[in-house]
Antibody, heavy 119, light 107 residues
Framework: QVTLKESGPVLVKPTETLTLTCTVSGFSLSNARMGVSWIRQPPGKALEWLAHIFSNDEKSYSTSLKSRLTISKDTSKSQVVLTMTNMDPVDTATYYC???????????WGQGTLVTVSS | EIVLTQSPATLSLSPGERATLSCRASQSVSSYLAWYQQKPGQAPRLLIYDASNRATGIPARFSGSGSGTDFTLTISSLEPEDFAVYYCQQRSNWPQTFGQGTKLEIK
């Protein structure tokens, strides 16, 4: 059974760095076909793709947020980590991680974690 | 970056009716277009991938069509549980992008 679960702070202050962890089970991050993305959704708004890490450790980032994002993985812990620097209230959103196999779109999603940016 | 434009923004229909949702890409995405359904408080669920392939467990009343820049999601006969927000997403080019969504509401 494939599952993904996001974890991290529910509240961060402006200018702080956000660190989110996605813990996966039911598949291996070392599987050559498997990648994981982070996607966010501000309250009442649309989905926004943020970053992706491939099985070979290559990364891809949102053009508009590239300077603030870092994605990494720890295969032994089955975890994918996203850091976002210089948080702002407009970054308040539910953050999802999702699995993306090669040649397929996002087939499994985590439940999401709501992050609020406020002083 | 490829922009996906969904229409209409809101669609008001009754159970049993046919729903037609549109997604237009700013440049060709070939057939690398997916559709997701999202209900309040839930993560999106994959419905259709590669324009016309139903994901595992998706009922046959959901179908997708199109290629290049114009795509359609059709729900042949709406069930009460189908009222939700629907997003299209392209994986033809990085960065991947989503449309702004179509809200399917009960009339």
């Amino acid at each position: 059974q494939v599952t993904l679960k996001e974890s991290g702070p529910v509240l961060v202050k402006p200018t702080e760095t956000l660190t989110l962890t996605c813990t996966v089970s039911g598949f291996s991050l070392s599987n050559a076909r498997m990648g994981v993305s982070w996607i966010r959704q501000p309250p009442g708004k649309a989905l926004e793709w943020l970053a992706h890490i491939f099985s070979n450790d290559e990364k891809s980032y949102s053009t508009s947020l590239k300077s603030r994002l870092t994605i990494s993985k720890d295969t032994s812990k089955s975890q994918v980590v996203l850091t976002m620097t210089n948080m702002d209230p407009v970054d308040t959103a539910t953050y999802y991680c999702a699995r993306m196999p090669l040649e397929l779109p996002f087939d499994y999603w985590g439940q999401g974690t709501l992050v609020t940016v406020s002083s | 970056e490829i922009v996906l434009t969904q229409s209409p923004a809101t669609l008001s229909l009754s159970p049993g009716e046919r729903a037609t949702l549109s997604c237009r890409a700013s440049q060709s995405v070939s057939s690398y277009l997916a559709w997701y359904q999202q209900k309040p408080g839930q993560a999106p669920r994959l419905l259709i991938y590669d324009a016309s392939n139903r994901a595992t467990g998706i009922p046959a009343r959901f179908s997708g069509s199109g290629s290049g820049t114009d795509f359609t999601l059709t729900i042949s006969s709406l069930e009460p549980e189908d009222f939700a927000v629907y997003y299209c997403q392209q994986r033809s080019n990085w960065p991947q992008t989503f449309g702004q969504g179509t809200k399917l509401e009960i009339k």
